[in-house]
């Protein structure tokens, strides 16, 4: 058994090439990762969307994403990683809607110390009887 192959040719049970488009992103120490996203995309489509991506760099972002999102998808097959954009939104609302119920007690607080000092100036402003 050749232990230098890929976890994509390790499923395929395929000799890994030299320039195995799959072995920078999925090691053969990590075949769970390569096994969600052949599940969901399927091998043929993850390698044709590899290799329409110029740089390395670009690949990498691409399979990072492929992964969570497969793995997103197993986890929930209805809302995939849309679930966790919705639960996000959900809370950037509601931290939105504490924000400004704290800044309009600041204000109100600030309003209400305002006037209690013009309060108190004009009671040591007035002549004793």
């Known amino acids: 058994m050749i232990s230098g192959r890929c976890a994509a040719c390790k499923n395929s049970r395929s000799k890994c090439p030299p320039n195995c488009i799959f072995s920078p ?5 990590n075949p769970q990762r390569f096994a969600c996203v052949h599940r969901i995309y399927g091998a043929k489509n993850v390698k044709k969307m590899l290799q329409a991506l110029p740089s390395h760099d670009l ?3 691409a399979a990072e994403c492929m992964c ?3 793995q997103c998808r197993i ?3 209805v809302y995939g990683c849309g679930g966790i954009v919705s ?3 959900q809370q950037i609302h509601f ?3 504490q924000l400004a ?3 309009a007690q600041i204000k109100a607080l600030i309003i209400s110390n305002v006037v209690q000092e013009e309060e108190s100036q004009l009671l040591h402003d007035q002549p004793l009887g």
């Open 101 to 103: 119920k704290t800044r």
């Open 75 to 77: 986890e929930s097959p």
């Open 59 to 61: 690949r990498a972002q």
């Open 95 to 97: 931290a939105e809607t």
């Open 25 to 29: 992103f999925f090691p053969s120490n």
């Open 87 to 89: 639960q996000l939104h």
């Open 68 to 70: 969570f999102e497969a």
